[in-house]
């Protein structure tokens, strides 16, 4: 089995890059929706966010607010350390054991916004970074309808592209067109499925 990190800044196109790599085979395992399914409503990490945030990061069904906790961690980095102190443990417990029940034969694609931040790719055999620049990424955020500065405070809380980009074993540059990603996508798989098979 191969374990392959994937990871990029916001709006680099990691979410298209990782849909591309599943249309070729990998089994995508997405550190975002484990996320998602912790802060939900009886999830393993709304206890833990409430005792830090208090409850006014919840919504009226009891699932945490990704929004409203959003707005505080990206003005500080103490509550953000905090949020990542509760979440990324349980995070990469169930990482571990959906990658624990793959075929030996499998290559998992771990997609993680902060795999360069918090080290974890470390802990897989390769990987993958999505990179375009930081303008690019603003554009393309505000074009789905998020306010610019938003946008700006996202991207300065995460590792500059130069940092992940000098650590990666491949880098899928976006700023291109779609066929053109694809196309180098398909050239790392390649390589990918080589190094199973070796």
Known sequence: MLRVGLTGGLASGKSTVAAMF????????????????????????VTAVVERFGTDVLDQRGHVDRKKVGAIIFSDATARADLNAILHPMIREEIAARISRLPKTAIALIDAA??????????????????????????????????????????????PVETKTAVADYVIDTETTLDRTAEQVRGVWEKLKQRVQS
Do not use: K, N
């Open 114 to 159: 902060l795999l360069v931040e918090t080290g974890m790719q470390r802990g897989y055999d390769a990987l993958v970074v999505v990179a375009c620049r930081p303008e690019t990424q603003v554009a393309r955020a505000v074009a789905r309808g998020m306010a610019a500065s938003d946008a700006r405070a996202r991207i300065a809380a995460q590792a």
């Open 22 to 45: 599943g249309e070729l085979g990998a089994v995508p395992i997405d550190a975002d929706a484990i996320a998602h399914g912790l802060l939900a409503r009886g999830g393993r990490g």
